[in-house]
């Protein structure tokens, strides 16, 4: 390897504000914050504030010390700008012949990290030399084959878009509370995935996709969207990507509706299955369009991420794993028919995106060096030919055999073969239940009276009503009075309801206030009683309940 720095010329002292967001040398210090870097003569400084070792990560910025590493560019090789946020280098620290270090910097713009890559070393190490050959002939297909990527990112800002939406409408600030769930039922005007509606309704398949129940359901599946995405979209093409996601999200909802027609169902998490069944075809059968290392570290890192969701879905009663292989066994279809060799160059000097192991991408600069490199490639044999195509027919004949056969396995579960008919989720509340616990019970007289998993039996969702507020539950107070004024599962009975409702009000329930002052409002269950409808309402309002304070304000009143 070279051992003399070639560089740019550099001012007496040059400064630049970073982000480093990986740093580990012989002393292991890690930077994580904000900080400098800075060239002084024929050194680069690093200062920032540093972890201190075996603290907790929540309460690094608490306790955390000051560093200022020197590091000679003698030992500084393989830079190369990576795009995550279009402003991030990476290169190596190597003394004494061995490789010390992997540095990674965020600079404040693409053009100061610019300016810091002319301003390094341009030695490579041989290993990094070839393999960097094959990643930027990658980058320039991939550039020339799909030179804008737009369908993934409107995708993760539509469903973005839409959480915030429905959670506020929903929820109001609490849809921020990053465990706290929206209600299944209160979804569904949304385009939320229930069979009774959507097989009336088809679109809700596709629309209940941009649907998720919390922010860790939403933020999770946008990250994994993320990852595999851009590179996806890039190796099919804008519109083949597009296809793939479409279908894939409309498979996933009608196996989850095939599996469970009673359940509400929600989540790109079938959709992203599929492009991850796409990647996996193209590494199946292009793989000779890819660098050996990516081909490596993508099939790791995308097997790894389906078994884990699978894993998930075994773990979780709330997850579809026939959802998720449905959407994963569509995608590997369309992606084994759609998929396309990559063959072609760009000569621009654009920087042009190339997938690395940990997912960031390669960027070229340097003209002299592409061409240098290309070079190499070219005798190092180049590429070979691409896959045959009736190889990716059968691949795609033997994805639909398993599709089929999913689709089979799930109509066994469906119709009670090796299964029970009872949504798992159902069945360990009933469990919950049966030890006496009060939030199962109410939550089975949720699930009898929305048909969640269970057939809808409205009796049998107040005897588990009743015995829930029996046991503590205020929730299932208000409940029995909706089930008693509406005539659901019992004979109608306004007073009863009133009953109810005041035993709710009385156990600090707001929606049991407000529905309160509605019965004495209007006279039902209970003789008229404006002021008496006020007081509750004033309460209620007090609480923070919507209702209440817009029926206040209605009558000019104020809490």
């Known amino acids: ?64 010390r000051t560093v200022n590493k020197r590091i000679p560019l003698c030992e500084i090789f393989n830079v190369v700008p990576v795009v995550t946020d279009h402003a991030c280098i990476s290169f190596d620290r190597i003394k004494d012949g061995a490789r010390w270090s992997g540095i990674r910097l965020h600079a404040a713009n693409p053009q ?31 550039q020339a084959a799909t030179p804008t990527v737009f ?16 959670g506020f409408a929903l929820l109001g600030w609490g849809v921020l509370l990053v465990f706290y769930p929206l209600n299944p039922v209160q979804m569904l005007p949304w385009g939320a995935n229930y069979w009774p509606i959507t097989s009336e309704h088809w679109m809700r398949l596709f629309n209940s996709t941009f649907l998720h129940f919390n922010v860790i359901h ?29 279908l894939g999200a409309i498979a996933s909802s009608l196996a989850f509706s095939w599996v469970n027609p009673n359940g509400i169902g929600a989540g790109a998490s079938g959709a992203i299955f599929a492009v991850y069944g796409a990647l996996l075809a193209y590494l199946a059968f292009q793989a000779d369009s890819c660098p050996k290392g990516a081909v490596k570290s993508l099939l790791k890192s995308t097997l790894g991420f389906v078994a884990f969701n699978l894993l998930c879905g075994f773990t979780f009663p709330g997850d579809s794993n026939v959802a998720h292989l449905a959407g994963l066994v569509v995608g590997f279809l369309l992606g084994a028919i759609l998929c396309r060799p990559l063959d072609r160059r760009s000569t621009e000097e654009t920087p042009m995106p190339d997938s690395t192991e940990d997912g960031y991408v390669l960027l070229t600069l340097d003209d002299e060096e592409q061409e240098r490199r290309a070079g190499a490639a070219v005798a190092l044999g180049g590429r070979r030919k691409p896959t045959r195509r009736w190889v990716r027919i059968l691949a795609a004949a033997g994805a639909m055999f398993l599709m089929v056969f999913a689709l089979i396995v799930a109509a066994g579960y469906r119709n009670g073969h090796g299964g029970s008919r009872e949504d798992a989720g159902v069945g360990s509340y009933r469990e919950a239940a049966a030890a006496g616990d009060s939030e199962a019970m109410y939550n089975l007289g949720v699930c009898y009276a929305n048909g969640m998993g269970v057939e809808q039996n409205w009796y049998e969702a107040v005897q588990w009503y009743r015995r829930a507020a029996e046991a503590g539950n205020t929730d299932s107070l208000v409940n029995l009075g909706v089930m008693y004024e509406k005539g659901r599962g019992v004979a109608k009975d306004e007073m009863e309801a009133v009953r109810w409702y005041r035993k709710a009000a009385e156990a600090g329930d707001s929606v049991g206030m407000y529905d309160l002052g509605v019965m004495y409002e209007k006279g039902r269950g209970v003789a008229r009683n404006d002021a008496e409808a006020v007081k509750w309402y004033q309460k209620a309002a007090m609480l923070g309940q919507k209702d209440a304070q817009e029926a206040l304000r209605n009558q000019g009143l104020t809490w």
């Open 112 to 142: 100061e990290a610019a300016t810091i890559i002319r301003l390094l070393p341009t030695r490579t190490t041989p290993e990094f030399g070839e393999e960097s050959t094959r990643h930027k002939a990658l980058a320039t297909d991939l």
């Open 1 to 64: 390897m070279s051992t003399s720095p070639v560089r740019a010329t550099v001012p007496p002292v040059t400064a630049f504000k970073v982000r480093t967001e990986k740093y580990a040398d012989d002393t292991h210090v890690k930077i994580e914050w904000n900080g400098m870097l800075a060239f002084d003569g024929d050194v680069v400084v690093l200062s920032g504030r540093a972890p201190i070792p075996g603290l907790p990560s929540p309460i690094y910025p608490l306790f955390s």
């Open 218 to 246: 939403l933020v999770l599946n946008m990250w994994a969207l993320g990852k595999a995405g851009v590179l996806t979209e890039r190796l099919f093409g804008n519109r083949p990507f597009a296809v793939i996601y479409v």
């Open 151 to 166: 369908v993934t990112p409107i995708i993760i800002a539509m469903n973005y878009f839409v959480f915030v939406v429905v």
